[in-house]
């Protein structure tokens, strides 16, 4: 009897053991790029939130080449178990170059061979110029509305010692010359002729066939660059400088850099800086001699989020993640972060940053900062342009969505209609970079007929 | 046996929550009684007890207090300030959840004091207190700040756009509601900012005034709709002609870039001045132009950096002579000192402009007509979009 009672509580146990074993859920390997933007990805709120939604275990590899080509190379030539790579932050891939690798990649739908990360920027005003309002205030200056006054205050920056410490150590005008949105070259050509470096230099809608740096406008442009370079007042020659640098120089205490161009002040003001994002103020586009005055439009397209390899075992899985990640809600987390702790839907009664209807109401703003809530960009993602456009204030002034779009509202008004461009050539943007790095550096003289003529034939070889 | 156990479980956890309370509460008292916030001790004696502190970290609506924080820091070696800068509501959001969730995260709180908000939800709750040592608090103007904590004067006021205008193009407040501004005037959503909500809450209180106004303005009565007031009246007109902001910096853009004919923002953002900004000020209008508002600053209730706390605000006050730096970037054109030793940054007394002042007790009674009315204005605005 004693025996009969144990043997069936043995099997009572192995039942209810087997009762309580939940199937284990698939395990999806997915390679993301480092980012010094999210805390820790085992523990990040949207990596967790999408586990729990899809049912899926994501097992995460953390990509650490900068370079999507050489990854994307190393990762199909072994035999690495990856399910889906994520791009994102500086890792990014173009849909062309994707296209070497088709075999390898799954595709998706009918032809497109990647998840699209759509809502990280709107389109718009992508070069904003800011200014010190310390240093105009302590040297008594306005802020400039045209180029001949920014040559001014520039002089006075040189040599007013506006930051006080008896050193000749401030920089009027920063810039780099490896980001055309860093550039300070590209933003004053503006003030001369419609300059729009990411589509060659090519004009827009009736102009798209002319090349505006063929026009003598464009050189007379040059020549004032090249003028607040030789002055030292433009700290743009040195082609090493990296943006890390220049965020480095920004944000210095000691308060060297006058002015400088950004797409947003959060690519150069590191978070959580009030003091140092109180410092600057934005300017509008500058008037040139002719009275020219233009924005530079950039439309933030589509960019490739992710890929599912072509030798996944687990496809119909990684279809799944993506898709779920390119759902509304998802997409809200991995723009905003927590509903009702980061952000909400708005009731209506406050003003959105754009101007337009207000929709999200943020109230801890995660982009762009160190964070553990979202992927900070990286992965694909639809975010409605309601909830982009309806943005609203979360009432701190070192927001920088604030920050950055009501100074892209106050450009708006000098931007072009968008409508036609001409493609990017990039052979032809490439030969026209270094030639302008040439002419603003004085190596190549802007003001020599001759040379302006080697460089128009420089130019026409590629188009 | 088990109603036994049930009566002794009832009296152990009443025992349990009674002690919990009075332990909060003894806590309580522990902290104000360490505080001391009456005691007057010299700067000397603050910075030697502050310099076994931790960083002092101030909530602040304004971003000038970044110049009295790097100032302070180079004036007393050792310590150090963070400063957290939020708008009044979110300001005041945060110091209650500190205090639900127990955070010792702020120290001191620098915010517009105006809308009954402040009074309401932190002062009368004794989530925040004053400190004023008795040889500042002797050189303060009379009748100025109820509860002794206000450490500046502002107005929330009406200016017109002085790039396209020579002198302001209205006499009379209604003017406002003209057609020929629809578009023309920018304004910070008063929702969101308290300075613009004591303005809107000052002129609902203004009832008669508004209306003798609209009879000198068109030589009629003004007829309000059932159920709605003339102030009412007033706000419901002329929100047809206005755009809504996030806040004042963009009323000064506004109006400085041509976009605006006229901005309501306060009086302080007329030193961005200096800087080219066109804000013409209007100092005279029928029946008023502009409402005071003033900024407190307190102590958060359980700061653990109290001494710091201290001498951060003496310095703000300008110490007891007020020739201190630290109310130096509070010294600009538009602001007033509650000090009468203190020259006022702005060039014209408050005497000299049409002033209204909110009774911020009638504001809190009529808050949820307030908020209600206010919140159909934005919603129509948003709509109209």
Not at chain 1, 186 to 195: A, K, Q, T
Not at chain 1, 262 to 286: C, F
Not at chain 2, 32 to 52: I, V
Not at chain 2, 283 to 309: G, H, K, Q
């Given at each position: 009897m004693r025996k009969a009672g144990l043997v069936l509580l043995v099997w009572m146990l192995i039942f209810a053991g087997g009762c309580g074993t939940t199937p284990r859920p698939s395990v999806l390997h997915v390679a993301m790029p480092v980012s010094d933007k999210i805390q820790d990805v085992d523990s990040n709120y949207y990596i967790n939130w999408l586990e729990e939604k899809t049912g899926l275990e994501l097992e995460i590899?953390?990509?650490?080449?900068?370079?999507?080509?050489?990854?994307?190379?190393?990762?199909?030539?072994?035999?690495?178990?990856?399910?889906?790579?994520?791009?994102?932050?500086?890792?990014?891939?173009?849909?062309?170059?994707?296209?070497?690798?088709?075999?390898?990649?799954?595709?998706?739908?009918?032809?497109?061979?990647?998840?699209?990360?759509?809502?990280?920027?709107?389109?718009?005003?992508?070069q904003i110029l800011w200014i010190n309002s310390g240093w105009l205030k302590k040297l008594g200056l306005t802020i400039p509305s045209t180029t001949e006054e920014l040559r001014e205050v520039l002089r006075a920056f040189r040599d007013g010692d506006p930051n006080g410490n008896g050193l000749?150590?401030?920089?009027?005008?920063?810039?780099?010359?490896?980001?055309?949105?860093?550039?300070?070259?590209?933003?004053?050509?503006?003030?001369?002729?419609?300059?729009?470096?990411?589509?060659?230099?090519?004009?827009?809608?009736?102009?798209?066939?002319?090349?505006?740096?063929e026009t003598e406008a464009f050189r007379e442009g040059l020549a004032f660059v090249h003028g607040l370079?030789?002055?030292?007042?433009?700290?743009?020659?040195?082609?090493?400088?990296?943006?890390?640098?220049?965020?480095?120089?920004?944000?210095?205490p000691v308060d060297l850099v006058g002015?400088?161009?950004?797409?947003?002040?959060?690519?150069?003001?590191?978070?959580?800086?009030?003091?140092?994002?109180?410092?600057?103020?934005?300017?509008?586009?500058?008037?040139?001699?002719?009275?020219?005055?233009?924005?530079?439009?950039?439309?933030?397209?589509?960019?490739?989020?992710?890929?599912?390899?072509?030798?996944?075992?687990?496809?119909?899985?990684?279809?799944?993640?993506?898709?779920?990640?390119?759902?509304?809600?998802?997409?809200?987390?991995?723009?905003?972060?927590?509903?009702?702790?980061d952000w909400d839907y708005s009731d209506g009664t406050d003003v959105s940053v754009y101007e337009g209807p207000s929709t999200i109401v943020t109230k801890n703003y995660l982009w762009n900062t160190l964070q553990n809530k979202h992927l900070n960009g990286i992965g694909p993602m639809d975010v409605p342009l309601r909830y982009r456009e309806g943005v609203t204030w979360n009432g701190v002034n070192s927001d920088t969505e604030y920050v950055d779009g009501h100074a892209r509202m106050a450009y708006e008004k000098y931007l072009p209609e968008p409508g036609r461009f001409h493609e990017e050539n990039a052979v032809l943007s490439a030969c026209m970079d270094e030639w302008i790095g040439d002419f603003v550096s004085g190596r190549k003289d802007v003001g020599s007929d001759a040379e302006w003529e080697e460089y128009l034939k420089s130019l026409q070889q590629f188009y | 046996m088990g109603r036994i156990f049930k009566k002794l479980t009832a009296v152990l956890?009443?025992?349990?929550?009674?002690?919990?309370?009075?332990?909060?509460?003894?806590?309580?008292?522990?902290?104000?009684?360490?505080?001391?916030?009456?005691?007057?001790?010299?700067?000397?004696?603050?910075?030697?007890?502050?310099?076994?502190?931790?960083?002092?970290?101030?909530?602040?609506?304004?971003?000038?207090?970044?110049?009295?924080?790097?100032?302070?820091?180079?004036?007393?070696?050792?310590?150090?300030?963070?400063?957290?800068?939020?708008?009044?509501?979110?300001?005041?959001?945060?110091?209650?959840?500190?205090?639900?969730k127990g955070n010792r995260d702020c120290d001191v709180v620098l915010c517009n004091d105006n809308s009954g908000e402040f009074k309401q939800r932190l002062t009368d709750k004794g989530l925040v207190y004053p400190y004023l040592p008795e040889d500042i608090a002797a050189h303060r103007k009379e009748g100025v700040g109820g509860d002794g904590a206000s450490f500046l004067l502002e107005t929330e006021m009406l200016f017109y756009n002085s790039g396209k205008f020579d002198s302001c193009p209205i006499?009379?407040?209604?003017?406002?509601?003209e057609e020929k501004y629809r578009g023309r005037i920018y304004m910070p959503n008063p929702l969101n900012s308290f300075s613009t909500y004591a303005f809107c809450g000052a002129s609902m209180q203004k009832e008669t005034e508004l209306a003798e106004a609209y009879r000198r303005y068109s030589g009629k009565e003004a007829v309000p709709a059932e159920g709605e007031n003339v102030a009412e009246l007033f706000w419901r007109k002329v929100a047809a002609n206005i755009v809504f902001t996030n806040s004042?910096?963009?009323?000064?853009?506004?109006?400085?870039?041509?976009?605006?004919?006229?901005?309501?923002?306060?009086?302080?953002?007329?030193?961005?001045?200096?800087?080219?900004?066109?804000?013409?000020?209007?100092?005279?209008?029928?029946?008023?132009?502009?409402?005071?508002?003033?900024?407190?600053?307190?102590?958060?209730?359980?700061?653990?950096?109290?001494?710091?706390?201290?001498?951060?605000?003496?310095?703000?006050?300008?110490?007891?002579?007020?020739?201190g730096e630290g109310f130096l970037p509070f010294r600009s054109e538009g602001c007033w000192s509650v000090r009468e030793d203190v020259e006022d940054g702005a060039s014209v007394p408050l005497s000299d402009i049409d002033l209204i002042y909110v009774d911020q007790d009638a504001l809190i009674q009529s808050k949820e007509r307030m908020n209600g009315f206010w919140s159909g204005i934005i919603r129509e605005s948003g709509r109209r979009e």
């Open positions: 590899t953390m990509i650490r080449q900068r370079s999507s080509g050489e990854y994307l190379e190393a990762l199909f030539s072994s035999d690495a178990d990856i399910d889906v790579v994520l791009f994102g932050d500086s890792f990014t891939v173009q849909e062309e170059e994707l296209e070497k690798y088709a075999e390898q990649i799954c595709p998706v739908g009918d032809a497109l061979c990647y998840y699209n990360n759509a809502g990280s920027r709107l389109s718009g005003a992508g000749a150590d401030e920089i009027p005008l920063a810039g780099i010359r490896g980001s055309y949105a860093s550039s300070p070259t590209e933003f004053l050509l503006n003030s001369f002729v419609y300059n729009d470096p990411y589509h060659s230099r090519y004009g827009v809608n009736g102009e798209a066939e002319t090349l505006m740096a370079y030789a002055e030292g007042l433009l700290d743009e020659g040195c082609s090493a400088r990296s943006q890390r640098q220049l965020c480095e120089l920004v944000n210095s002015a400088f161009t950004t797409a947003s002040v959060s690519d150069v003001i590191y978070p959580g800086n009030p003091e140092i994002l109180a410092r600057y103020v934005y300017a509008p586009p500058l008037r040139g001699s002719e009275g020219v005055c233009n924005a530079l439009y950039t439309e933030n397209r589509p960019r490739v989020g992710a890929i599912i390899t072509g030798r996944s075992p687990r496809k119909e899985e990684a279809a799944l993640l993506l898709d779920t990640m390119c759902g509304e809600e998802a997409s809200l987390i991995a723009r905003y972060g927590e509903r009702g702790v | 956890l009443t025992l349990l929550l009674c002690t919990g309370c009075t332990k909060e509460a003894a806590n309580m008292d522990r902290w104000l009684e360490t505080a001391a916030l009456d005691a007057q001790e010299s700067p000397q004696e603050l910075y030697e007890k502050a310099l076994k502190e931790d960083v002092l970290i101030v909530y602040t609506v304004s971003t000038r207090l970044a110049q009295t924080k790097e100032s302070f820091e180079a004036a007393y070696p050792g310590l150090t300030v963070e400063l957290r800068d939020v708008r009044s509501p979110s300001l005041i959001e945060a110091v209650e959840q500190n205090h639900e006499r009379n407040l209604w003017e406002l509601t004042s910096d963009e009323v000064v853009e506004a109006l400085s870039n041509g976009e605006a004919d006229f901005g309501l923002c306060v009086s302080s953002k007329l030193r961005l001045c200096e800087l080219g900004y066109t804000l013409g000020p209007v100092w005279e209008l029928d029946p008023f132009s502009a409402c005071v508002t003033s900024y407190s600053v307190m102590i958060a209730r359980d700061s653990a950096n109290v001494n710091t706390a201290k001498l951060f605000i003496r310095y703000l006050y300008g110490e007891a002579d007020g020739k």
